[in-house]
Structures are given as structure tokens and as C-alpha cells.
């Protein structure tokens, strides 16, 4: 039998626990970042959560707290934004905010697709808050998430990436009407959208290779 390895399961641990943590908060009408950003003590929260976490993956909450010894060293880092500011983010590849009432599985449906916007490390928090505001208060689309500092073997550049993902691609209205909405708050530049279709058929592995449904 392979080894596991401890670390990388670990991780794995970390980042189911604080997919588990932003849903049952956001269930309570709390948003973590929120949190976070206000300086508000949510230990308590984070508490409760990792007592049902550990509850249904004792395995993974045995993992998490070997690699960080208990939870008020994960509670820390969070408030210095581990999961919430990207350039903080080395844990996680990616910090996922969804709009309100949408699940968290819609943007892996076949009829989205998401607009890409790409930036330099010393801006992408700034323009990911900017985003991240608007989907939380329904002006965008179904979900948004920001690659973050954790080096990602799939990263083609030092750039980080947006995706704001729309409902359905077929939809251009309503996806025109996202590109304008990121106009209003300051990103003029042409970006492309690309549809899951092409997504899911692996169109975009080859480097080099592009496929654009819309660009405006």
C-alpha cells in the first residue's frame, strides 16, 4: 500500500474544512471575510464548525490538527487572511466566493462559463475585494474565485486570475450585462470568456492554445 503522504493529506483537510466553514457561517448570515476584515472574534464559530467537521472526517481533522497542533493556530491564520485575502492564501489555490442562494456546484454546469480577468500580485487583492463585494451583493454572476499565492503547477505566469462566472454562456445578456457591471467598478481592459463546454473537453490544456466565446 502507498504511503500517504502527510502533509499533502493535510492540506486536502484544510480545504474541505474551510469549504464546510464559509457555508455553515454564510448559513448563518455571516460571511467570513466579513468577519475578518472587521476584526470580528469568531473563534467560537470556527470552534463549533471543527467539532462537526472532526464529527463527519475524523480521519482528515486528525491530518489537519498533526499539521497545525490545534485550532486556535488555524483560527490565526485566518485572521491574517489565510482563505480571505489572496496574497495571504498559501494553504489553498483558490478562494471561491458564491453569490447569494446560488450552490456552490452551479459553476461546474455545463451551460456556465466565466469571464477571466488576469493580474499582477500587488493588485489582485484590491481588485479581488472589488469583485468579491459585487457577488456577495447579486451585481455579477452565480460565483467568482481568485487564484492565490500558493505556487500552482498549472500557473503559466507569475499572474493571478479571476473567474466570474456566469449561469449560462447562452445567455448573452446577461453576460453582457456582467462585463459592463466590471466596467462600472474599473476593469476596462478587453477580457475574454470562455464557455465550461470547451472547459470540461480540455481545450484549454494545450500551451498556447485559446478559446474565446466572448471578448469585449
Same mark, same amino acid.
Request: proline share 3%; hydrophobic share 40%.
Given at each position: ?22 457555508r ?20 467560537r ?5 471543527f467539532g462537526k ?7 482528515l ?8 497542533l490545534?485550532v486556535d ?7 491574517l ?10 494553504? @489553498? ?7 447569494p ?7 461546474e454546469?455545463e451551460?456556465a462559463?466565466?469571464?477571466l ?12 475585494k ?7 451583493a447579486?451585481?455579477l ?12 503547477p ?11 462566472? @456566469? ?5 448573452e445578456?446577461?453576460?453582457m ?21 470547451? @472547459?470540461?473537453?480540455?481545450?484549454y ?6 478559446? @474565446?466565446?466572448?471578448?469585449?
Open positions: 500500500m502507498t504511503e500517504v503522504d502527510s502533509e499533502a493529506l493535510a492540506d486536502v483537510a484544510y480545504g474541505i474544512f474551510e469549504h464546510l466553514l464559509n455553515d457561517l454564510q448559513a448563518q448570515g455571516k460571511y467570513l471575510h466579513l468577519l475578518v476584515e472587521s476584526g470580528i472574534d469568531f473563534k464559530d470556527l470552534s463549533a464548525i467537521f472532526t464529527e463527519e472526517y475524523p480521519q481533522a486528525e491530518a489537519m490538527l498533526s499539521h497545525f490545534e493556530k488555524v483560527y490565526e491564520l485566518i485572521r487572511g489565510e482563505g480571505v485575502t489572496p496574497s495571504a492564501t498559501t494553504l @489553498t489555490y483558490w478562494i471561491v466566493q458564491d453569490a442562494g446560488s450552490a456552490p456546484e452551479a459553476i454546469d451551460k462559463g466565466k469571464w480577468i488576469f493580474q499582477e500580485p500587488d493588485n489582485v487583492d484590491a481588485v479581488w472589488m469583485i468579491r463585494d459585487a457577488t456577495v447579486r451585481e454572476g452565480i460565483s467568482a474565485k481568485v487564484s492565490t499565492a500558493k505556487p500552482n498549472d500557473s503559466r505566469d507569475r499572474r493571478k486570475v479571476i473567474y466570474v462566472y @456566469t449561469k449560462d454562456w447562452a445567455d445578456p446577461d453576460v450585462r456582467i462585463r459592463e457591471k466590471l466596467r462600472e467598478i474599473g476593469l476596462t481592459d478587453r477580457i475574454g470568456y470562455k464557455r465550461n463546454l470547451e @472547459t470540461f473537453a480540455g481545450e490544456a494545450k500551451k498556447g492554445k485559446r478559446v @474565446t466565446y466572448y471578448s469585449a
